[in-house]
């Protein structure tokens, strides 16, 4: 097991010490969540080691509706959930999002409805002390331990169920074992011995506690704090886990027999983007992109006097090669969905951007009305945009007014089915400075101190402690005279890059064919908002069509200018401005550029200064 919040990002570590240890499998259930499995599938595969997907469920004494206070440990149990095949993997996706779609109360739980309908291809543990069984038998409720696990056993099948033995050194786990051993026999369901891992070496347990202090907001010193006591929460070798369950040899033994029975297979690049739907009159999603790009010629090519009949048959053979290319790499409805949610905000009066990024190559993209600006013009490259020599997901961020971007949001929600619409995880971590400002307060040393230390840290973009430490010679010194700061340093070193804590995108959202669950598992942020629990670039090596929503603020403005313009000229429209206006490229030159997208640091006033800009 490996928890996400103890070392999402040393994934990498964990598949690495056991390969080192002579081991050809490895789990990954983390509480409730499944941030971390596709990370761990890539890191085990390439390390020739079977991964074994899993999620440590929060189950619901009763349903996962009622939200009564239930006291003390019996608010909800953890059962370990692990996918056999892939049908088990999309089982589990389910499971974990309904935790938070519908059983989230304290916790993301599920109930014994939800294991019901989604155990098809799913293996379980009983789980640790927080067990169901297990928290019964260390109540001294026995007959109560055995109907829980009946009541497991019935759920997933004969040869499905494992009744789960733990030994970190802690008193009630000898209690609950010999509980489990006399179940085992008088229900004949098969044990397991496994380990909690919390992080990979022994040597961690200070790193681990200090992180704990971090997450939970505690010092070191506080005697009232969550700790994982005994340090036996590392991955352990074979060796060490048999001489612990000496009395056990065939609990041990499955685990490796477990482990022969799982196989996900996961696909990257297969493409899942949303049929699109064309109007009455057209066959086809195909034909329907053809005569929007044929209406969009004419409009911005044809009827142009700034075109001849030449230029124009040139650039219309190469309108037609970039709609073959489009056709040919499977993205006309990736087009059609974009111009889809565009047109309807410009329909609906709100600003949409000129374009930006690769896009604007396109000329398909220009005839279509999803950019505004000319591609033959600027002379601007569509092989930017799309490439069949080196295909991937074709990529439009679109920007929109910040105030009514969200209304966009809902038509592509309404429109493609609740169910099918997302917006998407991030994840913020710690940094450098960071991390060690994290560690200083919860190692109760004095602010001004700590954070003399993390102002050593140069403000680079990327920059880590060990860059830092070969950049600034003072650091590097006072780290190697310093005991207090060697200290500090070492366990800031070992928790950097860590997840801190998770929020929502500002501007991905995902559209599927099918409901996003049968895909991916979903979590809630902060706000309610439902979002997916794979951040943007692992949904897109899944294939998925993400799309960027930006809210630019700019654009507000822009647009809220132009209303108090026409009120003194009408007949402005700000596509159609002069973007080489003598007045407006002197008053940029004069500095004073406030309000001016990109030209607001100092560094760009002093720039624009000397430059004196005479075109755009």
């Not at 037609?320 to 905000?345: C, H």
Request: with cysteine.
């Amino acid at each position: 097991e490996y928890s996400l919040l103890d070392g999402s990002n040393k994934i990498k570590e964990y598949v690495a010490r056991v390969k080192e240890l002579g081991m050809n499998s490895a789990a990954i259930t983390d509480h409730g969540v499944m941030y971390g499995v596709i990370d761990f599938y890539r890191a085990a595969k390439k390390a020739g080691i079977n991964p074994i997907l899993g999620c440590e469920v929060y189950v619901a004494p009763g349903s996962r509706f009622d939200r009564e206070v239930v006291k003390g440990e019996n608010r909800y149990y953890h059962l370990v959930l692990l996918a056999k095949n892939n049908e088990g993997y999309h089982n589990l996706c389910k499971i974990v999002t309904r935790g938070y779609t519908e059983g989230y109360y304290y916790k993301p739980r599920v109930d014994m409805e939800v294991l019901e309908k989604y155990h098809e291809g799913i293996i379980a543990l009983s789980a640790c002390l927080a067990g169901e069984v297990a928290t019964d038998l260390r109540q001294e409720q026995y007959e109560k331990a055995k109907e829980a696990a009946l009541r497991h056993l019935k759920i997933f099948g004969e040869g499905n169920y494992y009744l789960e033995m733990q030994d970190h050194g802690i008193p009630d786990q000898k209690t609950v074992n010999q509980g489990l051993l006399r179940i085992s026999q008088e229900l004949d369901i098969p044990l397991v011995c496994t380990n909690d891992i919390h992080y990979t070496y022994e040597t961690d347990v200070e790193a681990h506690d200090v992180l704990l202090c971090i997450q939970t907001g505690k010092k070191i010193t506080d005697e009232d704090r969550m700790r994982y006591e005994g340090g036996q929460f590392f991955v352990k070798s074979e060796e060490q886990m048999r001489s612990l369950f000496p009395y056990a040899k065939e609990a041990a033994d499955n685990t490796q027999k477990i482990a022969d029975r799982c196989h996900v297979t996961l696909e990257f690049g297969n493409y899942q983007i949303p049929k699109y739907a064309p109007p009455e009159g057209y066959d086809s999603a195909w034909t329907f992109l053809d005569a929007l790009c044929e209406k969009g010629f004419k409009e911005k090519y044809t009827d142009n006097p700034a075109y001849d009949e030449t230029q124009c048959a040139k650039i219309h053979d190469d309108m037609e090669y970039e709609l073959g290319i489009i056709q040919k790499m499977g993205f006309v409805e990736y087009i059609l969905i974009v111009w889809d949610y565009i047109n309807w905000a410009k329909t609906h009066d709100c600003w949409v951007g000129p374009g930006r990024g690769s896009g604007a190559g396109s000329r398909v993209c220009y005839c279509t009305g999803i950019t505004n600006i000319d591609p033959v013009k600027y002379n601007l490259l569509f092989e930017r945009f799309l490439n069949p020599e080196r295909v991937s997901m074709p990529d439009i961020d679109v920007d929109f007014c910040y105030e009514r971007r969200q209304e966009v949001i809902d038509y592509v929600t309404r429109k493609y089915g609740k169910d099918c619409v997302a917006q998407i995880v991030t994840f913020g971590t710690l940094a450098a400075r960071g991390v060690i400002r994290d560690v200083g307060r919860v190692m109760d040393l004095p602010y001004a101190y700590v954070d003399s230390i993390a102002k050593m840290i140069p403000q680079e973009l990327g920059i880590t402690i060990d860059k830092a430490l070969q950049m600034n010679p003072e650091l590097r010194k006072l780290y190697e005279s310093d005991e207090t700061v060697t200290h500090l340093i070492d366990m800031a070193k070992r928790l950097e890059g860590l997840p801190r804590h998770c929020s929502m995108h500002a501007a991905g959202v995902v559209i599927c064919q099918k409901p996003v669950e049968e895909y991916v598992p979903l979590s809630r942020a902060a706000d309610g908002t439902i979002t997916t629990q794979f951040i943007m670039t692992t949904l897109e090596e899944l294939g998925l069509l993400k799309m960027d929503f930006l809210g630019l603020r700019t654009l507000t403005v822009i647009q809220n200018a132009v209303q108090l313009a026409r009120k003194k000229q009408p007949d402005l429209q700000i596509d159609k401005i002069d973007y080489n206006d003598k007045a407006v490229l002197d008053y940029i030159g004069t500095g004073k550029t406030e309000g001016i997208f990109q030209l607001e640091s100092g560094g760009m006033k002093n720039f624009m200064k000397e430059l004196q800009p005479h075109s755009l």
